[in-house]
């Protein structure tokens, strides 16, 4: 199974339990973000199920033959977290350029692309000093949502934008909502390989 890094513990958790129920099947788990692990399955990466953060990745796969058309299994919208401590004391979403380090997801990563959307709406409405801001803030680019929140969890950056899910699993962080206006639904797609014997 290949799966995004964002669901790792719903994914370990089903595992252990699926292989309760049946003795005799063992589950192989490979976690990363969707870019790689899709790139990976081009490249010839065996394989039985895929879990995609985005639909994007997963609708490619499909179209080159790799998957059968997928099923969304979860969605969820995105939050901005920072370190218990807040030092850059912010306390909505508008404040977000008063950080002084911001992480996001690269251009490559589910997490990345939602955060772009997320960042050019708020600029729309907020003005283009809003998003000037907060580019110059980005001090780091990860490729998938586990690291971008490590980061914070570290305090290596005073905010990011990750799933809902991921904020509410760390105890190291506090989450801020993101304006419905303003957030994207983030969609999990799961697809079946067109070469799997299971």
Do not use: C
Not at 13 to 24: G, H, T, V
Not at 118 to 138: C, D
């Amino acid at each position: 199974i290949f799966a995004a890094s964002s669901p790792t513990d719903a994914f370990q958790e089903l595992a252990s339990e699926f292989e309760a129920q049946n003795p005799d099947v063992a589950l192989e788990l490979a976690f990363a973000g969707s870019q790689i692990l899709s790139l990976q399955i081009e490249q010839g990466a065996p394989f039985d199920l895929f879990a995609s953060a985005d639909e994007g990745h997963v609708q490619r796969l499909v179209d080159g033959g790799y998957v059968h058309p997928p099923q969304i299994i979860a969605a969820t919208d995105l939050v901005l977290v920072i370190p218990t401590d807040n030092p850059a004391g912010l306390e909505t979403f508008r404040d977000l350029p008063k950080a002084s380090r911001i992480v996001v997801g690269n251009e490559f990563a589910p997490i990345g692309s939602y955060t772009h959307e997320i960042l050019e709406r708020a600029t729309a409405e907020l003005g283009a000093s809003f998003g000037s801001a907060v580019r110059r803030r980005i001090t780091s680019m990860e490729s998938n949502v586990r690291l971008v929140r490590a980061k914070v969890e570290l305090g290596e950056a005073d905010a990011a934008l990750v799933y809902r899910p991921d904020a509410l699993a760390s105890s190291r962080v506090l989450a801020i909502p993101i304006p419905e206006v303003w957030n994207v639904s983030a969609r999990f797609p799961v697809a079946i390989s067109t070469q799997t014997d299971h």
